[in-house]
């Protein structure tokens, strides 16, 4: 699919839409009192910090006129109690806000993370994990500042806005409205720059996507990328993603950086206005401290609009990397149960697959009218070629995907009709690809049943013939693994993996080449131990080493979606069809080895 590639963009949101910011501020919802004592303090402190002009103009029109040195006294008293009260109210601004801002950002990666449990199979199948990670990351952060102070500063701005313009509006109504003359100017840039630049920050927001997920994606492979010595068509193919990335980077700033400059240049364009106008008007009923108190207040006007413009650009650049966010949140499982899903009482194991035909999305048909039953404590194997679809029949059985038709039935009830934890809590379930999570070698076995003693973790390892590779271990059941286990062989993966499935204890039992890369000693010592294990289970097992799965109660050979052959070992041996000439290739090819 397109979307899985690292170097294929994803579909941007062409309409401005306020309705992720309004999902955003739902998260602000919980903090209201705070945000509103903060909103309190800092509509004081801008009063405060706004009264400087007005106190100088009095100073200069009146007190020393006046040689009133007790009023300038007072006035200076004033005006240090007014820098006390802005530098006291910034502190608890600051505090309080990056503490909620934080906290928002904290349950918006909490609500990601929670949602990301629940998706089904094919959400991951079709997305590089690259992708998935750069939304949980890089651009939940990226709402930082936006949380931690854009909305109080908002508040404030506009507030400080209307003070400043009564403080104008008392000392020269001409004067002010002449002020005004660069709104229009800065209506139109706002104007232009606005669709360009949220634009260009979705268009970021997509290089970083792709730059995420193609690192990702070549950490994982390193050691390929080293066995084909590939490390240098790597490296150009990261530079041209690297370097698309810093192209987009520098438009998204380059547009971005357009409105700061043009409201500074307007703001210096009107203090140069009003000097001129203002100067022309001394002795016709302005004074020289109404004009020096008034270009005080003009470039205390400016500022808040540069900060609302900070704003706005903040805005939009969240926007962007809100679409990405809730988009993920948005996406529904596949895999769901129904309104009135019942809870999966304790099963005996039988399973019936009835008419079960299933393709995985926008692909053809994997499995094609599958019909089998399987009887409570039998042990089923699956073979046949890679690709013939032994892999999705175990995975339909614990509905990790959808069936397109037809029905599963465990004990006599559709799998569609329970709650899916309480289906996948009875089955123990080894993957193909047995992964090994960061933490101790006991915390991993221990994974699927949180309550198992030491004891009993050690008996499962004893069962699968991995206590003795973890005892020679320097710290034994205690050692401590990387992620997917790099430190430990396949085989030793699969053992611990095999462990962990056996000590969840499930009633059904699902093994997936669980015994590909161990070697024949450690496997006839493992098949010993699989004898007891399968006792009182329904198992399926799929193996490619016949040799292993010959004590089964059945086997189905599969071959392009369908069950073209089922019986015991002997019997499927006496036909002499297909799966007499798998066991007979593969036993010639062991025999020539």
Do not use: C
């Amino acid at each position: 699919m397109a979307r899985n590639k690292f170097d294929v963009d994803e579909e941007l949101e062409s309409p401005f839409s306020f309705i992720h910011l309004k999902r955003l501020f739902v998260y602000l919802k919980p903090y209201k009192k705070t945000i509103f004592l903060t909103v309190v303090i800092m509509l004081i402190s801008s009063v405060a910090s706004l009264i400087g002009p007005y106190l100088i103009k009095q100073a200069i029109d009146v007190k020393i006129p006046e040689k009133d040195m007790g009023g300038l006294w007072g006035l200076a008293v004033i005006y240090f109690l007014s820098l006390v009260i802005t530098g006291v109210s910034l502190k608890y601004k600051i505090r309080w806000m990056t503490e909620i801002g934080q906290s928002v950002i904290r349950n918006i990666r909490k609500d990601l993370f929670t949602h990301l449990q629940k998706l089904s199979f094919s959400f991951y199948d079709s997305r590089p994990h690259g992708k998935i990670l750069v939304r949980v990351v890089n651009y939940v952060n990226s709402l930082s500042d936006l949380l931690s102070n854009g909305l109080v500063n908002l508040i404030t701005d506009l507030f400080s806005l209307l003070v400043i313009l009564g403080f104008m509006f008392s000392i020269d109504v001409k004067m002010t409205l002449l002020s005004m003359v660069g709104f229009p100017i800065l209506a139109v840039v706002i104007f232009f720059i606005k669709n360009a630049q949220r634009k260009a920050w979705q268009i970021l927001s997509n290089k970083q996507s792709n730059m995420n997920a193609y690192i990702h994606e070549s950490i994982n492979g390193i050691k390929v990328t080293q066995a084909f010595s590939r490390e240098e068509e790597n490296k150009r193919i990261f530079r041209e993603v690297s370097e698309s990335y810093r192209t987009s980077w520098m438009k998204a700033v380059k547009i971005q950086f357009l409105l700061w400059p043009s409201i500074e240049n307007l703001s210096t364009l009107t203090i140069s206005f009003i000097y001129i106008i203002g100067i022309s008007m001394i002795n016709h009923g302005v004074t020289v401290g109404a004009l020096i108190a008034f270009v005080g207040y003009i470039g205390m006007f400016w500022t808040p609009l540069t900060n609302i413009g900070n704003f706005y650009n903040a805005i939009i650049n969240a926007q962007a990397y809100l679409e990405r966010i809730f988009e993920m949140i948005d996406e529904k499982p596949t895999v769901i149960g129904d309104s009135d899903a019942a809870e999966l009482p304790a099963i005996q194991g039988k399973v019936e697959f009835k008419k079960v035909v299933f393709g995985y999305e926008g692909e053809e048909k994997v499995l094609d009218n599958i019909n089998f039953i399987v009887k409570p404590g039998e042990t089923i194997a699956l073979v046949g070629a890679t690709g013939s679809g032994k892999t999705t029949i175990v995975s339909l059985i614990s509905r990790f995907y959808n069936i397109n038709s037809g029905s599963i039935e465990i004990d006599g009830v559709d799998i569609k009709t329970v709650t899916i934890p309480s289906l996948r809590k009875q089955m123990g379930v080894m993957l193909q690809d047995p992964f090994i999570f960061s933490g101790t070698i006991m915390d991993n076995i221990r994974y699927g049943r949180l309550d198992a003693t030491d004891e009993e973790v050690i008996e499962a390892a004893k069962a699968v013939q991995a206590h003795e590779f973890i005892s020679s271990l320097k710290d034994g059941y205690d050692t401590e693994v990387n992620e997917r286990g790099s430190r430990l062989s396949t085989g030793q993966r699969q053992l611990i993996s095999f462990a962990r499935a056996l000590l969840a204890d499930p009633k059904i039992l699902i093994l997936d080449e669980a015994t590909s890369s161990i070697d024949t000693e450690t496997e006839l010592a493992l098949q010993k131990g699989l004898e007891r294990i399968l006792i009182g289970r329904t198992s399926f097992i799929i193996a490619h080493r016949l040799s292993t799965i010959q004590n089964a109660s059945r086997i189905l050979v599969i071959e392009k979606g369908r069950i073209i052959e089922e019986g015991t070992h002997d019997e499927l041996i006496r036909r002499k069809s297909h799966y007499w000439n798998l066991h007979r290739s593969q036993h010639q090819s062991l025999h020539v080895g």
